[in-house]
């Protein structure tokens, strides 16, 4: 039972234009929602998060957009860079506890091309 | 900047062996984990400690088994490694907190190969 989404494996996209990156979930438990970003040969490293009391949440080139209705988030890179060519993550949580896992999805490849 | 450094960067085993992969943080944080990453599946948790001597199962803890006695470091054990657990393991930390439990600082990674 996949509870994180991620439909597209890989994203072609050209320098300069928009990145739009998609993620879908089932568990309407969750409400904490985070990219993470993984280059070849080194571990993921945390880009954005978002609480579900938002619907966006920005950082630079960097925006995430969550629609709590339709349980999809989105992340936007505007404009996109060679350097940003890595697999993205998407992982949500459930709760503020002590303690709290993260789910993740299969993760997409973006590709971004000069 | 958070370190997380795992042991190995490659590690070849034989069916059988039991392994030990190492993971240590810098930053006094409580909570540690060790996720799998394999082609098309995305990361997996497999356990995971919120303080020393504590432990809890993940996703996919069949086959595994942890021990954290010091709150720097968190050792994942592969009791007697198959070829089913040929993948990339990946130890993270975080700070416990409602802001910062989910964001994970995770270590490079260990490429281990079951022969």
């Known amino acids: 039972d996949q509870q994180v989404k991620q439909n597209s494996p890989s994203l072609s996209v050209q ?34 998060s978002i609480s579900s009391i938002k619907d966006k949440n920005e950082d630079g080139r960097f925006t995430v957009f969550l629609n709590k209705s339709a349980k999809h988030l989105s992340l936007h890179i505007v404009p996109s860079q060679p350097g940003d060519s890595a697999v993205y993550f998407c992982a ?9 896992t993260l789910t993740f999805g299969k993760g997409t490849m973006l590709l971004v091309s000069p | 900047d958070v370190k997380v450094t795992q042991s190995s960067r490659y590690l070849v085993k034989r069916t059988g062996e039991k392994v030990f992969l190492e993971c240590v943080q810098d930053m006094d944080h409580e909570n540690m984990f060790w996720y799998r990453q394999d082609p098309g599946l995305g990361l997996r948790l497999i356990y995971f400690s919120y303080d020393v ?63």
Do not use: H
Not at chain 1, 24 to 48: C, H, Q, R, V
Not at chain 2, 72 to 90: D, G, V
């Open chain 2, 53 to 115: 001597k504590m432990k809890e199962k993940g996703d996919i803890p069949e086959g595994y088994s942890v021990s954290r006695e010091k709150k720097e470091r968190f050792s994942l054990i592969l009791e007697s490694a198959s070829t089913n657990q040929t993948s990339m393991y990946l130890c993270a930390s975080s700070l416990r907190g409602p802001a910062t439990n989910e964001k994970l600082f995770f270590g490079s990674g260990t490429q281990l190969s079951v022969l």
């Open chain 1, 92 to 100: 949500a949580s459930v709760g503020n506890s002590g303690y709290s």
């Open chain 1, 15 to 48: 320098e300069g234009r928009i990145s739009i990156l998609n993620c879908d979930y089932t568990n309407s438990m969750f409400d904490y929602f985070l990219w993470y970003k993984k280059y070849p040969a080194e571990g993921p490293t945390f880009l954005i």
